[in-house]
């Protein structure tokens, strides 16, 4: 059966179950491109001083995006597949911020004089598992280092389980610089929440969002994931009913990935418990029909935001990017990330941080950045990442502006995918004419199975396993597209 479900902002999605469950497959989410699996050990921290200095030098330096990751937690919610170290020992997190202060030093000092910061976010773990007077230290030390841009220009945001956040330290966080908070909430029900080990009260989580409005945080923010254990329709109607009452400013709603082979806290929860394919399928709907139905823009994937929401306004002026921690207003911002496993995004280079902790403090006791893997991204690469970045991000590409910015003819360098093309648009995904790939409504929910179509290194990998059809399964630490 299929339901059109209109969109504020001139978009549709038409929500095509058979044509979903037809073409759903494994693939990449696409926070980067190429994905951080094609990362290797060869490239590791000299490269990126190599990048940081070339940059520099060139005077090609754009406005910073900082990422700080705090990988520590009080509990395990079993869902999660993040990097982060369960502990209540809090000893481990000042050992860790001592570090992560020595990291931040030798950052600062190697991009003096090209530190202009535009956005902020905190991830992990629980960035708010470190206490009131730890972050306003950190916070102090980040920007002795950096030059932050008016609270009225920049984006600042952190991510909190409302369960750490009382009224006084949401106060607080904003008067240490944050403008935006995203509150964790994954579902309302109770029994939902103990069959993930996160009992979260509503009135506990409304109380957060009160006072980050009193506050005066210009953005709030809630994640929900659908397709947890004991989850149904009846559950799902009602937490976005009572999302919709809270009024955040932007929503998101993820896929749950069941992926116990990888995450170790997964195989705590119970395959019975699971919701079947139908009800993941119908509980996509439903969140889709209530939150448009509500107000809010369809932003792509996984996001939603209200019409007067920066990410919507950046979407109607053709600003929107997308990065590693999701869509984002600041398309010309290098990436510059400090914490364990953390992922840096400079020029045409990627490099990541050591994932366990030893390592990490090891690295910084050399007095070396903690990269330990990263690539230097190809003229394909950057050519590629363009155009999965269009199509992610504005559901559009034009052909003439790819062959103004790049030597090439688009026709003839992207045969072979233009042809794989041609099955999706067969299948009513996207219309092509000579200077347009238009994703159409039926189209935008499967973004991802279009953009691996483009995916130079996803199709290497297919071809060595010999998997060459476009609905072939992937790799197994990827999750189902829909």
């Given at each position: ?40 050990p060869e490239f590791a921290y000299r490269d990126y001083l190599q990048a940081v200095n070339g940059a520099i030098t060139r005077g090609n330096v754009h406005p910073l995006s900082l990422y700080i990751h705090i ?36 950052q600062g000092r190697l991009l003096a004089g090209a530190n202009r910061v535009e956005q902020l976010h905190f991830g992990g773990g629980t960035p708010t598992y470190i206490n009131d007077r730890q972050m306003g230290d950190l916070m102090a030390h980040l920007q002795r280092w950096f030059e932050f ?334």
């Open positions: 059966m299929t339901d059109l479900i209109t969109i504020t902002n001139n978009l549709d999605v038409e929500f095509d179950a058979a044509l979903i469950q037809k073409l759903d497959r494994k693939g990449p989410r696409y926070t980067s491109y190429p994905t951080a699996d094609r990362f290797t990988p520590f937690c009080e509990s395990v919610c079993y869902y999660c597949g993040c990097n982060k170290i369960v502990t209540r020992d809090r000893s481990k997190a000042a050992t860790y911020l001592r570090y992560l202060k020595r990291e931040i030093d030798m841009v008016p609270d009225a220009e920049g984006e600042f945001s952190i991510e909190v389980d409302p369960r750490t956040v009382s009224r006084e330290r949401a106060l607080s966080l904003r008067n240490q610089g944050f403008n935006r908070i995203s509150l964790g909430v994954q579902d309302f029900d109770p029994e939902v929440q103990k069959a993930v080990n996160r009992v979260q009260p509503e009135e506990e989580t409304r109380a957060v969002i009160a006072a980050a409005r009193e506050a005066g945080f210009r953005s709030v923010s809630i994640d929900l994931i659908y397709g947890l254990p004991k989850q149904n329709l009846a559950t799902m109607q009602r937490t976005l009913d009572k999302v919709i009452a809270a009024d955040p400013d932007r929503i998101s709603v993820y896929n749950y990935a069941h992926m116990p082979h990888l995450f170790k806290p997964q195989r705590r929860i119970a395959d019975i418990d699971l919701p079947v394919g139908d009800t993941k399928l119908a509980m996509l709907a439903l969140c889709i029909q209530r939150l448009t139905d509500a107000g809010y823009v369809y932003i792509g994937m996984d996001h939603f935001a209200k019409p007067t929401d920066d990410l919507a306004v950046a979407q109607r002026q053709g600003r929107l990017h997308r990065n590693f921690q999701g869509y984002s207003t600041h398309a010309e911002a290098d990436l510059i990330a400090c914490g364990v496993s953390a992922i840096s995004a400079v020029g045409a280079t990627y490099s990541q941080n050591a994932k366990t902790l030893d390592e990490y403090y090891d690295r910084i006791e050399q007095n070396e950045l903690p990269i330990v893997r990263g690539m230097r991204l190809s003229m394909d690469d950057l050519l590629r990442r363009i155009v999965i970045q269009m199509l992610m991000c504005h559901f559009e590409l034009s052909i003439h502006a790819i062959e103004l910015a790049y030597p090439i003819v688009f026709n003839s360098y992207f045969r072979t995918e233009l042809l794989e093309l041609q099955h999706l648009e067969e299948n009513g995904l996207l219309v092509m004419d000579e200077d347009w790939i238009t994703v159409t409504p039926k189209g935008r929910l499967l973004i991802r199975n279009i953009c691996m179509v483009f995916d130079h290194h996803l199709r290497t990998a297919e071809k060595d396993v010999g998997l060459m059809h476009t609905t072939s399964p992937t790799p197994q630490n990827y999750s189902r597209t829909i």
